[in-house]
């Protein structure tokens, strides 16, 4: 089968981890995998197999565009955002899948919101593109107000590279300190801006007994009277090290669908903090849940868990279990199932 994944992008976004990851897969079961991408900058691995192409136009608009006008290069077309999916259907009949990692509509404000809803019915109505979606909580939703009947393919983690295996440098460092992780990104729906206000009030509430670790995408912000690291963009084992000598990852997430970070942090013995916007987390058994946007309500469950260290042994074992019944083999090979259902006669 000759597959063609079209993007904008593969940066280092979880989402971009695992559209490579399930690429991987089939290009090892022998398909034919062409990436068509402006920018590809990324630190995941690319298979020696891949074919990176550039589409016909530059640019976010020229992607969009050259997915209408672009003539069929391959057997099937993957799109992981909807405007994309809906070009390239138009283009390409019968032939382009939807890999539904959150939806859309949450990265716009009014009226761009309105014209995403549009795009769904017009991909899930007319244009009949079957969808993947990475957690029950969006499949549903997508039932619930399109009609669309999602295959659910949850993410997987790769548990021989995530595994508990603190770093005795970084451990020392924090000299008795407790470390709060944080994923540092401009994306709204991250909550980036939630977990500063929630560093401030805790560090008032905890004079001198934390510290902050950032990984991700550059920032001004440096949190008042609490010691900081940002790491930046790292791979999988700095990433493994961090998550496992980090005493909480907070998520405060707006809007998600299987939060790839908050799986890897299960995966390294990391307790974890974050909002109900993050479906598949159990409040009370592998993690702490607030409301989204509940700035109180996220610093007293770091407080709480920070004082309790029954409590967060108990989280680890919780989602050390969760990750292990979560494989990345598991879910690739899923998809490639699903792949095969929908597209049988190719």
């Known amino acids: 089968m000759r597959i063609v994944y079209f993007a904008h992008s593969v940066l280092n976004r979880g989402g971009d981890k695992m559209v490579l990851a399930h690429l991987c897969h089939l290009a090892e079961a022998g398909h034919e995998v062409t990436i068509r991408s402006n920018v590809v900058a990324t630190k995941f691995p690319l298979h020696h197999a891949f074919r990176l192409e550039k589409p016909m136009f530059p640019g976010k608009l020229g992607t969009l565009a050259s997915a209408l006008f672009e003539r069929r290069r391959g057997d099937v077309a993957v799109a992981s955002i909807v405007p994309t999916a809906v070009m390239l259907g138009l283009r390409n009949p019968g032939r382009v899948f939807h890999f539904a990692q959150d939806d859309n509509e949450t990265s716009c404000g009014f009226p761009g919101n309105l014209v995403m809803r549009w795009l769904y019915r017009f991909a899930f109505g007319a244009l009949s593109i079957p969808c993947i979606c990475v957690s029950r909580s969006l499949a549903e939703h997508f039932r619930a107000r399109y009609g669309a009947e999602c ?7 790769d ?23 944080l994923l540092s990104r401009s994306d709204r729906r991250k909550g980036f801006d939630v977990a500063q206000d929630v560093v401030e009030r805790l560090a008032k509430s905890l004079p001198g007994g934390v ?7 550059p920032t001004a912000w440096q949190p008042h009277d609490v010691p900081c690291r940002h790491f930046g963009v790292v791979g999988e ?3 493994r090290e961090i998550m496992s000598s980090a005493d909480v990852f907070l998520s405060p997430s707006r809007s998600e669908g299987f939060p790839l970070m908050v799986l890897e942090a299960f995966a390294c013995g990391c307790p974890v903090v974050t909002t109900d916007a993050v479906g598949f987390v159990r409040d009370e058994e592998d993690a702490l849940v607030a409301p989204v946007g509940d700035v109180p309500a996220l610093v007293a469950r770091l407080e709480r868990l920070l004082a309790d260290a029954r409590l967060a042994a108990r989280l680890r074992g919780a989602g050390l279990r969760f990750a292990g019944e979560h494989s990345l083999a598991a879910s690739s090979g899923m998809f490639a199932q ?7 006669g190719v």
Not at 151 to 157: A, H, I, Q
Not at 161 to 172: G, T
Not at 211 to 217: K, P, S, T
């Open 151 to 157: 295959t659910l393919v949850e993410n997987g983690v």
């Open 159 to 181: 548990t021989t590279a995530f595994f508990p295996a603190p770093s005795a440098e970084l451990v020392q460092g924090k000299q008795g300190r407790r470390a709060i992780l």
């Open 211 to 217: 510290e902050v670790w950032m990984v991700g995408e």
């Open 237 to 239: 084992k700095q990433l």
């Open 338 to 344: 699903s792949l095969s259902k929908f597209f049988p």
